[in-house]
């Protein structure tokens, strides 16, 4: 099992990223994924939840409510995660993760 997950950088306050992971050797369109982060010096805080092929729900923490998006395309077999209006507070690895395993992440700067 792996995921891999992108698209991080630096980015200026009030800026956009597109975080994609890209998991293997599990049947992708069967669970929900999810993404977490962990900010500097703190602990993991789960972001936003998507269910599995069907009925697809997302739900979101409220800190990243309105401004986050999260979608899957169970083709392409590709989590992704639109983080739009980003704040400094959003500075952290993210990681998308299953109920079997998590990767290694991809690092989020906001700042100016």
């Known amino acids: 099992v792996q995921l891999v997950e992108s698209g991080g950088g630096l980015v200026q306050p009030g800026g956009f990223l597109r975080l994609s992971c890209t998991p293997s050797?599990?049947?992708?369109?069967?669970?929900?994924m999810y993404w977490v982060r962990q900010a500097p010096g703190e602990g993991l805080e789960w972001v936003s939840v998507?269910?599995?092929?069907?009925?697809?729900?997302?739900t979101f923490a409220d800190s990243v409510k309105g401004r986050f998006i999260n979608s899957r395309d169970n083709v392409k077999n590709t989590l992704y995660l639109e983080m739009n209006s980003l704040r400094p507070e959003d500075t952290a690895v993210y990681h998308c993760?299953?109920?079997?395993?998590w990767g290694q992440g991809t690092k989020v700067t906001v700042s100016s």
């Open positions: 993760m299953y109920e079997e395993g």
């Open positions: 050797g599990f049947t992708f369109s069967s669970y929900s």
């Open positions: 998507i269910t599995h092929a069907g009925i697809t729900i997302t």
